[in-house]
Structure formats: structure tokens, C-alpha cells
């Protein structure tokens, strides 16, 4: 009978001998699997101007915007391009491009719409420096009786 209750004991304690290890070893995140932390920084520049027809010198404002979209788990870019207008377009061109710091193009997107007041493009993600990394956006707005407008607009990093 004591024997029994010896075992009974032993084994009653084995639990909380055994408990702190799994708690201790949870609380170190060994048993914890973590996503990473993806933090992105996002830089913007635009560029407006106004197209005119040649009669009654009427305008319409057209607006280009570059952003870059930086990530830094992993450390990458991607890029976008926006052309909006303040009325109907026959046609928007748009495009955008990515480069890392040293001049090396790492992603290119265009598209072109037509009877539209907002086009847009977005690169994909791709590996890029540190720092110092760039795009550019482009874009042509085409309406008849109007002037074509064109721009080129730069985001750094």
C-alpha cells in the first residue's frame, strides 16, 4: 500500500516538474513560430499642368504621380504610375519605372486607356539597394481640339 501511494506521489509530482520546461521554453518562443514584421515606406511626387484647345482657351487639369513603395523585409521596391484628369480623355498613357541606385532599371510597367480620366500601373516588387533607389512616371494625355500634355515625374527614396 505504501509503495502505491509512493507511486502515486512521485507521479502526482511529475506534472509540475515537466510543466515549467514547456512554459519556459514557450515563453522563449521555442515553440513559437513568428511571422516577419513587413514595414512599408511609401514616397510620393506629382506633377500638375492644365491642356488647352485653341479656341476658346478652355483647360483641363491633368495630374501625373510616381510613388515608390519600399519594403524592408526583404529589402525591396515596386513602383507606381497614375494619370488622372479632371474630364474625360479620349486616350491616357502611363507608365512606370523602377531603378536601384545605380541606375539599373529593375522593373517596367505601361498601360494606355482610352475614353478614361484615370490610368494607372504598378510594378511588382523587386530586389533593389538600401538606399537611394528611384522610379519615374510618365504620362501623355490625349483629348481632340486639345493640346497634348506630357510629363515626367521622379520619386526618390
Given at each position: 500500500m505504501k509503495k502505491a501511494l509512493y507511486k502515486m506521489g512521485v507521479l502526482g509530482l511529475l506534472p509540475l516538474t515537466t510543466l515549467p520546461g514547456f512554459a519556459y521554453a514557450s515563453e522563449e518562443g521555442g515553440n513559437i513560430q513568428e511571422d516577419p514584421i513587413l514595414e512599408e515606406i511609401v514616397i510620393s511626387n506629382s506633377d500638375s499642368s492644365s491642356m488647352t484647345d485653341g479656341v476658346s482657351r478652355s483647360s483641363i487639369k491633368c495630374t501625373t504621380t510616381a510613388t515608390i513603395h519600399y519594403t524592408l523585409a526583404p529589402i525591396s521596391a515596386a513602383s507606381s504610375a497614375t494619370g488622372e484628369a479632371a474630364k474625360m480623355m479620349d486616350s491616357i498613357f502611363v507608365r512606370s519605372r523602377l531603378y536601384n541606385s545605380n541606375g539599373v532599371l529593375k522593373n517596367d510597367k505601361?498601360?494606355?486607356?482610352?475614353?478614361?480620366?484615370?490610368?494607372?500601373?504598378k510594378t511588382n516588387h523587386a530586389p533593389v539597394s538600401v538606399s537611394k533607389n528611384y522610379t519615374y512616371a510618365n504620362s501623355t494625355f490625349k483629348k481632340s481640339?486639345?493640346?497634348?500634355?506630357?510629363?515626367?515625374?521622379?520619386?526618390?527614396q
Open positions: 505601361s498601360s494606355t486607356k482610352t475614353k478614361t480620366a484615370y490610368n494607372s500601373v481640339g486639345y493640346s497634348t500634355v506630357t510629363h515626367e515625374v521622379r520619386a526618390n
